[in-house]
């Protein structure tokens, strides 16, 4: 599969974390957060999208706010990094593209992350976000959760808890390269491991390890949003790419939700690799998948 050059720019970062890694098995979090938030580097920076500090719900956060959008709606947006990594700030590019592209406001959380903060911290903090949202007068429907990787599984499972709490449900959720399979089942770790730049087996169980600690079991079905029921839940959109070793948590989750009547859309983008939205802005493929999102969206 033929990929752009742009695209490219995306498996080389993700392949020099890995050859770091690799060198310097005994790097700290620190150390492993302040490279991670190069993460930032292969989105544009949108045009037209300013940014503003803020907490909500008492959660640090950044509002990306596209010159024109609605701001009658938001994305609760939950930046990845194995719920360890990754911030609001190494996010910001690329949630505000989503949210530029769709017309509306995002708010991209930095929430508290393992291993200081364990499960549920994290669920805990989306959902105290998003019931700040509705105190500001949001009302559900125009409330989108985004997410991508880790924070993928975050946009997913906070929707499930909000369901458990009684609380009205968003209009939307979307995930880019879910990963919501504590258990490592999925077939392409094995048949994907090749091809993946970044997300192998060995840093999923590590980041599983920190996630979960030292109580909760792996199939807890809110840190594994695959052991849930998905009936009556909102419209959602799930992409990966074609190269990435999570594919299989996309499918599945597609599958099933699918099967329980859910309006879903799975979108595999062949050759890209693990969030390859990061490229939002740089390369084709990114562009092409955040206008058929907002196509998505605009549907509803």
């Known amino acids: 599969m033929e990929i752009s050059r742009e695209a490219d720019t995306l498996r080389a970062l993700y392949q020099n974390w890995t050859d770091q890694m690799v060198e310097n ?84 959380l930095h929430y508290r992350r393992a291993p200081e903060h364990p499960f549920p911290a994290q669920i805990e903090d989306a959902v105290a976000a998003y019931k700040a949202l509705l105190d500001k007068g949001f009302k559900a429907r125009n409330i989108l959760t985004a997410g991508d990787s880790a924070g993928g599984n975050l946009a997913i499972a906070s929707v499930l808890k909000l369901r458990e709490l009684g609380l009205p449900l968003p209009g939307a959720v979307i995930a880019y390269s879910p990963w919501l399979d504590m258990a490592m089942r999925g077939e392409t770790l094995e048949t994907n491991a090749e091809t993946d730049a970044l997300v192998g087996k060995p840093i999923l169980e590590a980041m599983a390890g920190m996630f979960l600690g030292e109580g909760t079991d792996p199939l807890n079905p809110l840190a594994n949003p695959l052991e849930n029921d998905f009936t009556g839940y909102p419209p959602l959109y799930i992409n990966a790419g074609g190269a990435e070793t999570l594919k299989s948590d996309a499918e599945r989750l597609h599958e099933k939700a699918k099967a329980q009547g859910v309006n879903v859309t799975l979108s595999i983008v062949e050759g890209m690799q693990h969030v390859f939205p990061a490229l939002s802005g740089r390369a084709p493929e990114a562009n092409e998948e955040l206008g058929r999102i907002a196509a998505w969206y605009r549907a509803l």
């Open 25 to 108: 098995p005994d790097l700290t979090i620190a150390n492993l957060r302040s490279m991670f938030d190069e993460w930032g580097q292969p989105a544009q920076e949108p045009e037209n999208v300013s940014y503003k500090s803020d907490h909500v719900g008492g959660v640090e956060a950044i509002w990306a706010l596209p010159a024109g959008a609605d701001t009658s709606r938001v994305i609760v947006y939950t930046h990845g990094g194995g719920f360890a990594v990754g911030s609001a700030d190494s996010h910001r590019k690329m949630a505000g593209h989503l949210a530029k592209v769709l017309g509306v406001t995002s708010v991209i």
